[in-house]
């Protein structure tokens, strides 16, 4: 029999399955509450929006157009919309800076493919968002631990990666109610980051899946805008911002974008021609079909309900959750980021989860690049009513403390 491992590519050791994939699998059971997938509820698509769209995108003259090949770059319609919407966060860009990808989960791999070679670093945060480290790792990066406290000199960071044989390519975050933790990096933070990237000399990958997602709270500039503001334009800017569609409108037609300077877009687009030509034309028209007629009040839709599932999620941490357990309050997004006591594995409390009090989060473990901080959980509150909710984490509650007084 052929022996398939000595045949892959040593890069391919790297590969893991995604434990968030894998407990999607368990919404399609119906005694399960699932605080597991970090994904929209499928309530509050715009279908409708949707089915017009490609109504008239069948009944009109765009018909053929949305089924031919396209360009790489992205329906241009489409790029013409977001380069508009971005500079209302102070993103000043022309269609020719965006780039369409399918989903932004492509964008993240088509940067870790631009930037890294074996042995370089990647700076991000710990943790970090698991898809980020799963699209990376193909590249065979080390991790470093990006940190924006001022604990970390430009030296360090390099005197890290030249040990390993590599130089630091970039620094990958989520600025804005981040995945998995829902923390929002605040102002100085991000000028920190600014600072370390020019002493450093490095790209910033900003991820912006949950930017219109805030619920209360100031809204801060993303740092591509504040990177622009310094420079005086984009072509001179350092940060590239990738965007989706997939928690605001729809995640199945699978519709991302990069907004970067012409030496990145060049470069992007290449890969794009190598790896699958251009993302779906006809779902790119229908993104700009239903952003352009109804954005903002879809927007304004789900951060309404959301917001109020955030709310009943803290409510329901404070009056259920034991003392010696802490956890984020996120002021937008979808998560909530739990840290249990010292010793408490995550991935443990899943399984006894699951078996006894039918309640499914993610073990924490993952998001770290290390795998470190197993006593950690994420949480999301998108796919659950309020009173789910405060069942749910009632159950999790008494798991928890249960397992407490069990190790004391």
């Not at 042995?119 to 943790?127: E, F, N, R, S, Y």
Request: with cysteine; glycine share 6%; aromatic share 10%.
């Amino acid at each position: 029999m052929l022996d398939w491992e000595q045949l892959f590519a040593t890069r391919s050791s790297r590969m893991r399955a995604s434990e968030i994939r894998e407990l999607l699998k368990l919404l399609d059971q119906p005694d399960i509450i699932s605080f597991a997938g970090g994904i929209p509820d499928p309530a509050l698509f715009p279908d409708a929006a949707f089915k017009e769209a490609y109504s008239d995108i069948f009944s009109g003259q765009q018909v053929n157009a949305a089924l031919q090949y396209s360009v790489s770059e992205g329906y241009k319609p489409l790029r013409e919309w977001i380069a508009k919407d971005v500079a209302k966060i102070g993103i000043d860009c022309t269609p020719d800076n965006v780039f369409i990808t399918s989903g932004s989960q492509q964008a993240l791999d088509y940067l870790g493919k631009l930037f890294l070679s074996p042995k370089d670093t990647a700076l991000v945060t710990w943790p970090t968002y698991l898809g980020a480290l799963s699209a990376f790792n193909a590249y065979e990066p080390n991790y470093d631990q990006l940190s924006l406290n001022g604990n970390r000199t430009p030296e360090a960071y390099r005197d890290t990666a030249a040990k390993i044989g590599g130089s630091v390519k970039f620094a990958y975050l989520s600025a804005d109610f981040s995945n998995p933790t829902g923390e929002t990096v605040d102002l100085a933070g991000r000028e920190k980051l600014l600072a370390l990237a020019d002493e450093l000399d490095i790209a910033i990958l900003e991820d912006a899946a949950y930017q219109h997602l805030r619920y209360d709270g100031e809204a801060i500039p993303p740092i591509m805008a504040l990177d622009i503001a310094r420079r005086g334009g984009i072509e001179n800017t350092r940060t590239i911002y990738s965007g989706s569609f997939s928690k605001t409108l729809a995640p199945g037609l699978r519709v991302g974008f990069v907004i970067a300077a012409m030496p990145v877009i060049r470069k992007l687009v290449l890969m794009k021609q190598a790896a699958d030509l251009h993302s779906s034309t006809i779902n790119q028209i229908a993104i700009e079909h239903v952003a352009s007629r109804g954005f903002d009040a879809q927007v304004a839709k789900i951060r309404a309900v959301y917001s109020k599932r955030r709310d009943a999620m803290l409510a329901a941490l404070d009056k259920y959750m034991p003392k010696n357990a802490t956890w984020t309050r996120p002021e937008g997004g979808m998560f909530v980021w739990v840290t249990l006591p010292e010793g408490m594995d995550g991935a443990e409390l899943l399984a006894k989860s699951i078996a006894t009090e039918k309640v499914a989060f993610v073990p924490g473990k993952a998001f770290y690049a290390d795998g470190s901080n197993a006593n950690t959980l994420r949480m999301s509150f998108s796919c659950a009513d309020e009173t789910m909710i405060d069942e749910g984490i009632k159950r999790l509650g008494r798991l928890i403390s249960n397992a407490i007084r069990a190790a004391a």
